[in-house]
């Protein structure tokens, strides 16, 4: 009898389980870990998704055909797409702690850094996955360029502050994962923020995103051996000509794999030298 | 001491006003227009911004130097960009009526459908400013899958009722100026949509849509006069090559203007032709 009411109770829990369908060190699935680390909240199952082999069958029927990911099914069977989207609803969901501003103009005010996330995201992938040695320069500048307009917000709206408001908010749980890969860029790259007041701001804001407690999901080392293949300009887990697995690859585990050859413009790594023959 | 009182009340009345800088007929201030509709809210100054001049220097020290419209200034000179972000600033200022969901699974409904609009309206907006007539079926044909989208985004949530929900909310107060700005597809490609079933339900509900009373701030005959030089590839009141005014200029008026030719790929209409040189 007892065994009978611990099983009733146990499906009940698992039915008011939220899950998140995820490709990890995915950025738009670390700002739910991070959103959820504020909010304290743990009563969510994260599935891994293998991103270097086709979508699984029953991911599509609750999709409806959609690869893209995270996604998060309800206890109810409800499907919420679109990072952005599913933050708000957990924001909505799970009110306290609040992540995102009450008031209404802060909320607008962090909106409209929010209004930025795409554009400064999408730039930041294109110049790592850029294979043409003499468009470098121009994406160095279009990044820089973005940087700097993440600064002048901070300028208008928190000059002295550490982040958009006093703590880590909403804009800091968008922006830190982007970050965090554009780690990327800093060893296939060489790039960074240079020392001038242009980006004195934001770098401030940068860093203290990324050393936050409720951000630390992913490592640099992570981050530079998986997106080994987007730097070789092969995105989503496509494969590399002469390559049998991807940077991406569930296994081997990337830890035990040696750090990627920087030269991305030159040489391509095999397999063996990627740790990922084994 | 009457009038002292009146100009004084006059001054704090002031002080109490939204204003929005706005271009007449742009689809993003629309949907201010549409929301303030819905909640019968009339307290907001719309300050007329004329797209074939430069930007007034008081208005750029407002934006800080940003040129894009609308924009919302509160009672207290605080500055809010971007309709999406300027709607959610009206929803939360002046929440009864709601325009958007409470609830937050259906407000995360309408989250996902407005994901869609940023690449439906940028979609149709170079279909229409496309120079090529051979690309003509392309941008036909993406025009469609995008409304295919829509459709079944509409059959999964909402298959046999007229709106996303029971009422025209968020998700229509977002689409609806695109569909009335689509007119000019209508009118410069001949495009629309096929009586087909594979549209069957987003033409429901643009039917409605682009039909209901919260939203007649536009005509068909005003976008089609207005928006003809983006017909010709000249967009944001650029002036094309031997015209001396944008057809987005607000003299001569565009009521007292003749229909444009609908012939974008052969012939250039002159400022005559188009009615602007009187």
Redesign the interface.
């Known amino acids: 009898m007892q065994s009978e009411a611990v099983r009733q109770k146990a499906a009940e829990q698992d039915r008011r389980t939220l899950t998140v369908y995820h490709i990890p060190v995915c950025p738009f699935s670390q700002r739910l870990e991070i959103l959820l680390t504020l909010k304290g909240f743990h009563q969510v199952d994260f599935q891994v998704v293998d991103i270097t082999r086709p979508r699984p069958e029953w991911l599509l029927e609750k999709t ?1 055909g959609t690869t893209a990911l995270p996604v998060l099914e ?1 206890e109810k069977g ?1 499907i ?3 990072s ?3 933050l ?2 957990l924001e ?2 799970f009110p306290e702690p609040a992540v995102a501003q009450r008031d ?2 802060r ?2 005010v962090e ?2 850094m929010n ?1 930025m996330e795409g554009d400064f995201g999408a730039w930041g992938y294109r110049y790592v996955m850029n294979q043409d040695p003499d468009e470098r320069e121009a994406f160095r500048q279009g990044m820089l360029d973005r940087y700097a307009r993440l600064n ?1 917000f901070l300028l ?1 709206h928190n000059p002295s502050g550490m982040y958009l408001f006093e703590d880590f908010g909403l804009a800091e749980t968008v922006f830190t994962p982007f970050f965090m890969r554009f780690w990327f860029l800093e060893y296939y790259e060489g790039f960074d923020l240079p020392p001038e007041e242009r980006y004195a701001r934001v770098r401030k804001w940068r860093d203290a995103c990324v050393a936050h407690p409720a951000a630390q999901q992913v490592t640099k080392e992570q981050i530079v051996k998986l997106y080994y293949d987007y730097a070789k300009g092969a995105g989503n887990g496509a494969l590399l000509p002469e390559r049998s697995r991807s940077s991406f690859a569930l296994e081997p585990y990337w830890r035990s794999r040696p750090w990627p050859p920087k030269d991305k413009y030159a040489h391509h790594a095999t397999d063996g030298e990627l740790g990922l023959s084994g």
Chains 1, 2 share one sequence.
């Open positions: 409806r309800t409800e919420v797409k679109e952005m989207v599913i708000q609803y909505d969901r209404p103009y909320h607008a909106g409209m209004a002048d208008e």
